[in-house]
């Protein structure tokens, strides 16, 4: 049987320079040979993950204008986009599956479209960002549109049947992530806690960093961050606290966070919700002790490979975090475990899941 061909548009390559959802549609092609053919629309896109694929029909956008200049220019770009997206999906393309939630592309198509959704942060948090409801009005139309919806937790299809509840369940295949970091060599562990990614405020970085500064200057340790810089409220924060000193913030590329996670005596996730949690995966791979937020999808994915804490209550959160740091056996334990978790999840089953997904609606 000859394999289908499914367009991905340009939506989440044009507005993310890197980050979960477009490492997840790369990997997705990354992985697709033997099961699907593929075609990206969009001709102009600084995405981080599609020039490290070498996709040549991309090139780098660097502008400094931050004024109207931008928002015209990206206005024009994105129209380019979407005509190459349009064109590609009705020459090319059996199966549409857009990279984000944005519907104006949808009814120029007729053919099938399948929609994963990564979580429900907007729904259930209604208010707390500057463009939910744009999101939120959206993602109804993509999720009601749809002729099949991934979701990538068991916990996330729970949410879309909670605001979705006239979405038949069986419409809604649950496929997990992987990650790309490959099994990493286990590091002398160095006096330091790590945490990743960004800090918006369901990521709860305040409340951690209210319970880790305790530790940080009891038992000597450091903090390393990664990600954005930090805010002047946070520098603030850091330095109400006394511990600014102890504290960085980076930048990583992916064999810089593998060297963090692999020497640090423990990661922290204190999200309150999360669609899944690749990070988790990260840190398994990289034999990296997890200490995490009991909320949301984090049971569902790390199991008994981690210790748990209220994310609302630092006081709890500090003790879990002293547990892990203080006694190796018991990070031992949590390395073990983490190894022998990650071999449920990868890139390879999560693409050939979803060509079934595929193949169902042709």
């Not at 949590?334 to 890139?347: A, H, N, T, V, Y």
Request: proline residues 4%; contains cysteine.
């Amino acid at each position: 049987m000859q394999m289908k061909t499914v367009g991905y548009d340009h939506q989440v390559f044009f507005t993310q320079n890197f980050g979960g959802i477009s490492r997840y549609f790369c990997e997705l092609i990354k992985h697709s040979k033997g099961f699907f053919n593929y075609s990206i629309g969009g001709v102009f896109s600084d995405n981080y993950y599609t020039n490290e694929l070498g996709f040549h029909h991309s090139f780098p956008i660097k502008i400094k204008n931050k004024g109207r200049m931008q928002i015209l220019l990206n206005l024009i770009l994105q129209k380019y986009n979407d005509l190459d997206t349009i064109n590609k999906l009705k020459k090319k393309c059996d199966i549409y599956h857009p990279t984000y939630y944005n519907p104006r592309l949808i009814h120029k198509t007729d053919k099938p479209v399948v929609l994963t959704v990564h979580d429900m942060i907007y729904e259930l948090t209604p208010g707390d960002f500057p463009i939910d409801n744009v999101i939120i009005t959206q993602k109804q139309l993509m999720i009601l549109n749809a002729t099949e919806i991934i979701a990538i937790s068991e916990n996330t299809k729970k949410d879309v049947l909670k605001f979705y509840p006239q979405i038949p369940e069986d419409k809604i295949s649950v496929i997990y992530h992987g990650t790309s970091m490959s099994k990493y060599e286990i590091k002398e562990k160095q006096p330091y806690i790590l945490f990743t990614g960004e800090r918006y405020f369901y990521k709860n970085f305040n409340n951690f960093i209210l319970a880790v500064a305790p530790l940080l200057t009891t038992y000597n340790l450091q903090l390393k961050c990664t990600g954005r810089p930090f805010l002047q409220s946070e520098i603030e924060l850091l330095k109400q606290l006394n511990i600014l000193e102890r504290t960085s913030v980076q930048f990583a590329n992916e064999d810089e966070l593998k060297e963090l996670y692999a020497n640090a005596l423990c990661f922290v996730f204190p999200s309150m919700y999360e669609g899944f949690g690749i990070p988790i995966l990260e840190a398994f791979a990289c034999g990296c002790p997890l200490v995490l937020s009991d909320a949301s999808c984090f049971p569902e994915i790390a199991a008994d490979a981690g210790i748990y804490f209220d994310p609302y209550s630092i006081e709890d959160m500090r003790k879990k975090i002293e547990h892990v740091i203080c006694s190796d056996t018991l990070r031992n334990d949590f390395m073990k475990k983490g190894f022998e978790r990650l071999e449920i999840f990868s890139w390879r089953k999560c693409t050939e899941q979803t060509a079934k997904v595929y193949e169902r609606v042709i």
